[in-house]
């Protein structure tokens, strides 16, 4: 079952130079409003701040028209489990082993978005994987699943008035499915099937505090056709159900140079039915994922914001901890 989602939204990102005394107030907005646009996709932690909140008379919070964002992000996530196998057969059970597995998971991630209109924006997500299972001695080096985003902000901000921002996203399999693989032998950089989905984020500037909240709906679609030996069956067919996700912070300007943000997203993840070829099915029941982040914005230079964050899971389902570091990349082609 993908995580990232509850994985999601696989995580979308832009940046921004804020000029002007407003800065500091203005770098926590970006770091919320960053936030809001959190995919379930994406187990991640940390995202790239936005540029918003310009001095202008008709201003919106996602790229402007025409304009260009490149980014880079970096998260580490470590996963530690118990794998129970049985087999039942005529109400006995015939099988019984109870295996622990320990799961280091390094995504490499380059997010791109440009500016349809100033109120719309549309990106990509390409992020590069490298997962090692020390119980079993597995590594795998793939591309993750690649993941378009559109987001649309219906009104123009007005300072001290609530901002909303829509967003859609889809998500593809291009990663190594976890249904098309030898589960003894290799490890999985995807989920193995494609997601749609779509949510509203809301936020609010409550000087020198921003408070913000989101939610957000997933549907992934069957995978069919097809041929994974699981013990003695072979699975033909897997439909992971849907899913929902929310979460709600607040971020804070300690300086000009710091901004200190804290959110907590929760995430539902229907049950998920495997047909094998002899007619049986097998249900993993649904979950709920909590997961807290802590994020730190550093100015290191006048067109460089870093951004650092810790994630604890709150939940059995979550990742035990995570670590991200994300920055813009600048290229004189990408400048307006």
Known sequence: MNRWFVRGF????????LPGMALAQEGSVDQAREALAK????????????????????????????????NYSFDYSYTADQRLDLAITNGSVRNLDVVPSATHSFTNSF??????????????????????DTQDELNVYDFGDISFTG??????????????TLFGTLSTKTGVSPYEIDINEQLSTGSGYYSIGGGASLSKVLDPVVVFGSVSATYNLPAEDLQQVRGARLLTEVDP???????AGFAYSLSYDISLSISAQLSYSDETILTFSNGDQAVAQDQMTGFLSMSLGTRVSDTTIVNTSLGIGLTEDAPDFSLGVSLPINFSGLKE
């Open 151 to 164: 987001r649309w902000q219906p009104f123009a901000y007005v300072p001290g008035k609530m901002s909303t």
């Open 111 to 132: 997010s791109y978005d440009y500016g349809l209109l100033d109120n719309l924006t549309v990106g990509t997500r390409i992020p590069l994987v490298v997962k090692y």
């Open 10 to 17: 696989i995580l979308v990102s832009t940046a921004g130079l």
């Open 241 to 247: 159900g849907f899913g929902l996700s929310g979460s």
């Open 39 to 70: 995919q379930e996709g994406d187990e991640d932690a940390s995202q790239q701040l936005e540029e918003v909140f310009q001095a202008a008379e008709k201003n919106y919070s996602l790229q402007k028209k025409g304009s260009h964002s490149l």
